[in-house]
């Protein structure tokens, strides 16, 4: 199944590329059999194959990567996350900034620039509804492809200037629809540690915990009840994973640790400056 989802993710980029709807809708019809497994849900499929729920429990554990529920989610994204750690997972030598360190300076030998802190507010499109460039802090920056990298919701929300708001209507119904919506996010929280990694026995492997293997009631639980167990947690000792780390902090150790978020949990406090959201936001983070 892992290997049909594969195909099918390929064939989806596949028809991405193809700039006429009409051959898409042909080709689509063609190579259903390998989009169906996108189609079902994770919990639907699991069931065919066991009623085992512990088992199906152990096999989704990695629904709060993409955190959506068993029930909810796709099982193509479950299968291809899980073909991800197919052989381990990896971390960037010297930490995620090398990602960057790396990638900008070929960008900039092909003439290219990379912008930090130069958020997007408009995307410009010419007469034939074109995207044409950005307007960065009231700059009109042009540009032959525009490729958003962000959510699609908040590119055609947001991105899309009023006036050609109707032109993506219809792919928002879509993308807002309950069925696809999401509904929970993420905290996170990092902890340094005096001590290196060996010292303190930190593992380099991944750690997740979840008060039961129903991770369905688990999220449902905590989503009604801010008190509930949090619903997965991951933990992971970056300074374990980076044989570099030790060198550049000396003695010290860091845990990332995430969890999932309810907007509905703290949108009372949506209009309040970050540090001075005032007691009792303060007393629902010490919780
Ligand atoms: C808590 C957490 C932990 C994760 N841990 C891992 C992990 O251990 N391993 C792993 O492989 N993946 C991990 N992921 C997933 C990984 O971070 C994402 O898959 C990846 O970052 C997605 O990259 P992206 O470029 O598509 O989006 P993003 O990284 O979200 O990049 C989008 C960028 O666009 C910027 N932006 C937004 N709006 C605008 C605008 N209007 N104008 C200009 N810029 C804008 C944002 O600030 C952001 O920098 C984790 C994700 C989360 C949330």
Redesign the pocket.
């Known amino acids: 199944m892992i290997k049909k989802a594969r195909i099918g993710l390929r064939v989806l980029f596949l028809l991405k590329c193809i700039p006429y709807q009409w051959i898409q809708k042909i080709i689509h019809k063609l190579v259903q059999p390998f989009l169906s497994i996108f189609d079902e849900t994770t919990e639907q499929v699991l069931s065919k194959l066991t009623n085992n729920k512990k088992l199906i429990g152990i096999l989704t554990y990695l629904c709060g990567?993409y955190v959506e529920m068993p029930s909810r989610s796709s099982f193509g994204i479950q299968a291809l996350i899980s073909d991800?750690y197919m052989g381990g997972?990896y971390f960037p030598i010297g930490g995620p900034s090398m990602i960057a360190r790396i990638i900008v300076p070929i960008i900039e030998k092909s003439k290219g620039k990379a912008f930090v802190r130069?958020?997007?507010?408009s995307i410009l499109l010419n007469e034939e509804n074109k995207a044409i460039g950005v307007v960065?802090k009231g700059h009109r920056i042009f540009s032959r492809i525009v490729v958003s990298?962000?959510s699609s919701t908040?590119t055609y929300k947001?991105?899309i200037p009023q006036t050609h708001q109707h032109l993506v209507q219809s792919h928002l119904k879509i993308i807002e629809s309950p069925e696809l919506v999401s509904e929970t996010g993420?905290m996170?929280m990092f902890i340094g540690h005096q001590g290196d990694s060996d010292e303190l026995n930190l593992p380099k492997r991944?750690l997740w915990i979840f008060p039961s293997w129903n991770h369905d009631e688990n999220t449902k639980k905590f989503h009604d009840d801010y008190n509930a167990d949090f619903p997965g947690i991951?933990i992971?000792f970056a300074s374990a994973k980076d044989p570099t780390y030790h060198t550049r902090y000396l003695k010290k150790s860091v845990a990332?640790i995430?969890t999932a978020g309810i907007y509905e949990h703290v949108e009372n406090y949506k209009d309040k400056r970050v540090k001075h959201r005032g007691d009792t936001y303060n007393q629902l983070k010490d919780q």
């Open positions: 990567d991800h997972g130069a958020p997007v507010s960065v990298a962000i908040i947001y991105l993420y996170s991944n991951f992971s990332s995430i």
